[in-house]
Nanobody, 120 residues
């Protein structure tokens, strides 16, 4: 599975950005897709995930401001980010997970990351 993210950039506090990620390859094996982020000197943290059926989960710091969505027909996942804050500045990574099977454990795939910078 290959993941290609896009949509990052520079925005002022209170602004909005929309990230997109397209999956290719053995995508039929994927159930969960989502976004993680990593700021300089910090650990990678959950932003949001969404299942094939549309159930979503958010990190506490983005609840109410970010919305994750998914288009299964296009193999894409989106992250609408509103009311951005300087603390949201990070590299955002698209993520996909293949569930565990009888023969192997769960496998995670990562995109290349896209930079989001929020100026104060």
């Amino acid at each position: 599975v290959q993941l290609q993210a896009s949509g990052g950039g520079l925005v002022q506090t209170g602004g909005s950005l929309r990230l997109s990620c397209v999956a290719s390859g053995s995508i039929f094996t994927i159930d969960l897709m989502g976004w993680y982020r990593q700021a300089p000197g910090m650990q990678r943290e959950l932003v949001a995930t969404i299942t094939t059926g549309g159930m979503s989960n958010y990190g506490d710091s983005v609840k109410g401001r970010f919305t994750i969505s998914r288009d299964n027909a296009k193999n894409m996942v989106y992250l609408q980010m509103n009311n951005l804050e300087p603390e949201d500045t990070a590299v955002y990574y698209c993520n996909a997970k293949k569930p565990a099977t009888l023969n192997e454990g769960a496998v995670r795939y990562w995109g290349q990351g896209t930079q989001v910078t929020v100026s104060s």
